[in-house]
C-alpha cells in the first residue's frame, strides 16, 4: 500500500545527513534546512497513528523558543496530550531508516500497532510564523497525501490552538466548538463575563504590556485584543518586526532574567511574555524602585493554586487540589504552597507529558513547569461538581470556578489563556504585580551544563532528584549540600541538548553559586567530563 509513499519520498523528500535522530520531548527539532524529509515523513505518520487511533491527529510544525533558523515538528494525540511513548519510538525509527528501507518501516508500524489500514484518516496541521514552516507544511502535505490521509489546515496558529482544535474535533464539540474561531471565542468571552462587574478592582489595574516574542503569539494576542476590548487593555509589542525570539519572549527573559528588548520600561505594569509557539508565559515588572522582577512559572502557578483552594473552600466543594512542580521549582514556592497555603504538591520528571499525567491524579491538578508551561486539569468529576453548583445560583464562588473553568485551556500549557487566569486571580484578590511577588521570596537559585563523554550513564529517581549512577556522585552532592544553609542540589541528563545539567539553591547567591561550582565539578570529576575544569571554577568569580 505503500507505493505511492515511497515513490513521492524519493523524488522529492529524499533522506539527507546520516545523523541518528530521536523523537524526544519536543518531537524532531533542528535546523530548517535538514527537515523536509522529516516532515514528509511525519505527514505519513500521521496518517498511520490517525487509523491507529480512529480519530484525527495534529501536527505542529514549530521549533517554539528557539532561534529563527531552526524548525520542528510535533504530533498530538487525539485528546491533546503528547504523542503517546511507544508511537514516539515509531517516529524515531521512521526518520531514520534510509529511502531504500522506508516501505518495511511502515508496514513494520503497520504490524507492531496492528493497524487496520483500511480505517480512514484525519490530520490536523498547524505551523507558526518562521519563514521555513510553509514549506515545511507542504512537505507534512505531501506525506498525507501519499498515504490518503484526509488534511485540515488550520494555518498560522498558536500550539495551543492545535491542541485545542483536535482535541475539540474528537469529542465531538464537548470541549469546545472545533474552529480558531471557536478557541478566542471560548476564552475570550468567559473572561469578558468574570469580569462583568469592572475591569480595576483595588490595586488591580487592568492594562499589560504584551511581548508577543516576533511570534505567532503577537498574532493571536491581536485577535483576543479584539474580543476582550475594554475588559483588559493590552499594549502590543514584539509583533514581527524583530527577529523570532531574540532578546525577547519568554525564553529570554526566564533565562536571562531581564525586561524583554523592544518593550518601553515603564514603571508598575505587568510585562507579560510569551515563547514563539505561545505554549508558554513569563510575567515582569519594573517597581517603584526601578528594580525589575521575574514571575516565573512558579509564581503562576502558586497564585493559581492558592486562589483554586480559596474557592473551593468558601463554595464548599470537597474536591482534591493539587499542584505538580519538577525538581527545577524554586524550594520556596514548594515551602509556600504546601505550609501556608496546605496545597498538597507532587514532583514530576521534567517534560509536559509526566507533569500533565501526575496532575491527573487530583480532581483539580495544577501543573507548571518554572519555565512557563503549565495549564490546569479538571477531572470529569469536578467540572460536574462545580457546573451543578454554580447552576443553582446561589453560590458565587462555585459560579467563578465554572467561568474560570472556560478561560482555561486544559488541552496544553497556553501562553494567553494563562495569562488570563493570572489577571482574573489578581483582579479576584485586587492585587497588584508587587503583591503578588511579595507572597513569597524566592531562595537564589542557579542552573550550569557540564559537558560529560558519555550522558546515558547519568540515571535518577525520585522524579529526577536522586542521581542512581554513576555510583557514588549522589553521595558527593548529599556531602556537599549539607554544607549549605538552605542548600538542595541535583544533577540530570538534559533531554535536549548532549549536557548534564546542575541545579543549586541555597540561602544566598553567593553560597548558591559555590555550591553549583562544587557540583559541576564533582560532576565533571566522577562522570567523566569533557570540557575545561579550569572554566567551571571560575563560573562566577
Ligand atoms: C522540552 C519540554 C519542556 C522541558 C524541556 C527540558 C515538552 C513539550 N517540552 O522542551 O517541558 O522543560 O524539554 O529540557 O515537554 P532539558 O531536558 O534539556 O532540560
Ligand atoms: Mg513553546
New binding site residues.
Given amino acids: 500500500m505503500f507505493a505511492q509513499a515511497v515513490s513521492v519520498a524519493s523524488q522529492k523528500y529524499p533522506k539527507t545527513g546520516s545523523k541518528e535522530i530521536k523523537y524526544?520531548?519536543?518531537?524532531f527539532r533542528s535546523n530548517a534546512d535538514e527537515l523536509d524529509f522529516i516532515m514528509y515523513r511525519m505527514g505519513l505518520l500521521a496518517v498511520l497513528r490517525s487509523k491507529d487511533t480512529k480519530a484525527a491527529i495534529g501536527v505542529m510544525i514549530t521549533a517554539?523558543h528557539n532561534p529563527v533558523k531552526d524548525n520542528g515538528v510535533?504530533l498530538v494525540d487525539p485528546a491533546g496530550e503528547?504523542l503517546a511513548a511507544a508511537w514516539e519510538m515509531h517516529a524515531t525509527a521512521l526518520v531514520n531508516v534510509p529511502d531504500a528501507s522506508l516501505d518495511l518501516a511502515l508496514q513494520d508500524i503497520v504490524e507492531k500497532a496492528k493497524i487496520d489500514v483500511g480505517q480512514k484518516a484525519f490530520v490536523i496541521v498547524g505551523r507558526d510564523t518562521r519563514p521555513s514552516s510553509e514549506r515545511l507544511r507542504d512537505a507534512v502535505l505531501a506525506g498525507i497525501g501519499a498515504v490518503g490521509g484526509e488534511v485540515r489546515d488550520l494555518g498560522v496558529i498558536t500550539t495551543p490552538v492545535l491542541h485545542y482544535v483536535v482535541t475539540c474535533h474528537n469529542d465531538g464539540g464537548q470541549y469546545g466548538e472545533a474552529t480558531v474561531k471557536g478557541y478566542y471565542q471560548k476564552i475570550s468571552h468567559a473572561f469578558v463575563r468574570l469580569r462583568a462587574s469592572g475591569a480595576s478592582n483595588g490595586k488591580y489595574q487592568p492594562e499589560i504590556l504584551f511581548d508577543g516574542a516576533n511570534g505567532v503569539g503577537a498574532l493571536a494576542m491581536e485577535e483576543f485584543a479584539v474580543h476582550l476590548g475594554d475588559s483588559l487593555k493590552t499594549t502590543r509589542y514584539n509583533k514581527g518586526e524583530g527577529v523570532l525570539n531574540h532578546m525577547c519572549g519568554a525564553d529570554f527573559v526566564k533565562v536571562q532574567q531581564k525586561w524583554p528588548g523592544g518593550v518601553p520600561e515603564k514603571v508598575e505594569i505587568r510585562c507579560v511574555s510569551v515563547d514563539g509557539d505561545a505554549?508558554r508565559v513569563m510575567y515582569s515588572y519594573i517597581d517603584s524602585g526601578g528594580v525589575y522582577h521575574m514571575l516565573d512559572g512558579d509564581k503562576i502557578a502558586t497564585l493559581i493554586a492558592g486562589y483554586l483552594q480559596e474557592l473551593l473552600s468558601s463554595s464548599g466543594l470537597t474536591l482534591k487540589l493539587g499542584l505538580v512542580q519538577?525538581a527545577?521549582a524554586n524550594g520556596a514556592s514548594t515551602a509556600y504552597i504546601k505550609e501556608q497555603l496546605g496545597v498538597p504538591v507532587a514532583c514530576a520528571k521534567?517534560?509536559?507529558?509526566?507533569?500533565h499525567h501526575e496532575a491527573q491524579q487530583f480532581d483539580i491538578g495544577v501543573y507548571f513547569?518554572a519555565?512557563g508551561?503549565g495549564t490546569i486539569l479538571f477531572s470529569p468529576t469536578a467540572k460536574k461538581a462545580i457546573r451543578d453548583a454554580a447552576a443553582k445560583g446561589n453560590n458565587p464562588n462555585a459560579g467563578k470556578l465554572s467561568g474560570l473553568l472556560d478561560v482555561i485551556n486544559e488541552t496544553?500549557?497556553d501562553a494567553i489563556s494563562d495569562m488570563l487566569v493570572v489577571e482574573t486571580v489578581l483582579h479576584a484578590r485586587e492585587w497588584s504585580a508587587e503583591d503578588w511577588n511579595n507572597a513569597y521570596k524566592d531562595l537564589p537559585n542557579r542552573q550550569m551544563k557540564v559537558t560529560v563523554a558519555d550522558r546515558s550513564i547519568f540515571t535518577t529517581t525520585d522524579a529526577e532528584r536522586i542521581c542512581v549512577t554513576p555510583v557514588g556522585l549522589q553521595d558527593t552532592i548529599n556531602k556537599l549540600v549539607s554544607g549549605f544553609s538552605k542548600g538542595r542540589a541535583f544533577v540530570?541528563?538534559?533531554?535536549?541538548?548532549d549536557?548534564v545539567?546542575v541545579y543549586a539553591e541555597a540561602a544566598t547567591q553567593e553560597e548558591t553559586d559555590k555550591l553549583a561550582v562544587q557540583v559541576a565539578c564533582a560532576v565533571h570529576d566522577q562522570a567523566g567530563g569533557t570540557g575545561d575544569r579550569s572554566a567551571i571554577l571560575s563560573s562566577f568569580a
Fill in positions: 524526544g520531548t519536543a518531537g517554539s510535533k503528547m505554549d519538577t527545577y521534567t517534560g509536559v507529558k509526566h507533569l513547569e519555565n508551561h496544553v500549557g540530570r541528563p538534559s533531554g535536549t541538548e549536557i545539567r
